[in-house]
């Protein structure tokens, strides 16, 4: 019950991104966007960003594996079958269904921050945004 609430269906991310056809192509800017990737416990004061490029339409979980391969950033999933890729743990740190914490996946704007609606599976994060992966609780 929790999963779900954390994870939601990845073909909703099908309509807020027409397709890989979205506008930044149109515009003609094809290359790597910049992206900013946060992890962020405020349990234990952790409060670490990452700066990357990625292609446009790559997938936030992409986006995770190249951090990995290129710094010293690690994380773990597992894959349900109804909802896809789901965030299991962060640099060692996982989530507790017993301690009821978890990774929440929030996109930062400017300085707007919305929660994430979808999985990492499927959130294609638009240029200069930031992602953060914030250790919290649930009630
Ligand atoms: C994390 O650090 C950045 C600056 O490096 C700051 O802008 C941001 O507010 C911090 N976030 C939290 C939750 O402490
Ligand atoms: C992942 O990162 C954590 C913290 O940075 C570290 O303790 C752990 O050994 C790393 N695990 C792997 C498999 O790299
Ligand atoms: C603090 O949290 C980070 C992830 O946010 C984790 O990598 C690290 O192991 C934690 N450290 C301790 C002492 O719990
Ligand atoms: C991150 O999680 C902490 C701990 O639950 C919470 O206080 C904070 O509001 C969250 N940050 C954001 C940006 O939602």
């Given amino acids: 019950m929790a999963l779900t609430a954390i994870t939601l269906l ?6 807020p ?3 890989l056809g ?7 800017k094809q290359g790597p966007i910049p992206i900013k990737v946060t992890v962020i ?4 004061n952790t409060n670490i960003s990452y700066s990357t490029t990625a292609p446009v339409g790559m997938p936030i979980f992409g986006i995770l594996n190249q951090l990995h391969d290129k710094n010293n950033f ?7 079958k109804s909802y896809g890729i789901f965030l299991e743990s962060v640099n060692g740190l996982a989530g507790s269904t017993e301690r009821h914490t978890y990774w929440e996946l929030l996109s930062k704007k ?5 929660q ?11 240029k200069n945004e930031n992602f953060i992966m914030n250790f919290t609780t649930w009630d």
């Fill in 10 to 15: 990845c073909f909703a991310a099908l309509l």
């Fill in 17 to 19: 991104f027409p397709g």
């Fill in 22 to 28: 979205g506008s930044e192509e149109h515009s003609g």
């Fill in 41 to 44: 416990n405020k349990f234990n």
């Fill in 74 to 80: 690690n994380f773990t999933y597992t894959i349900s």
């Fill in 110 to 114: 400017g300085n707007s921050i919305t």
């Fill in 116 to 126: 994430l609606n979808v999985g990492i599976g499927c959130y294609q994060p638009k």
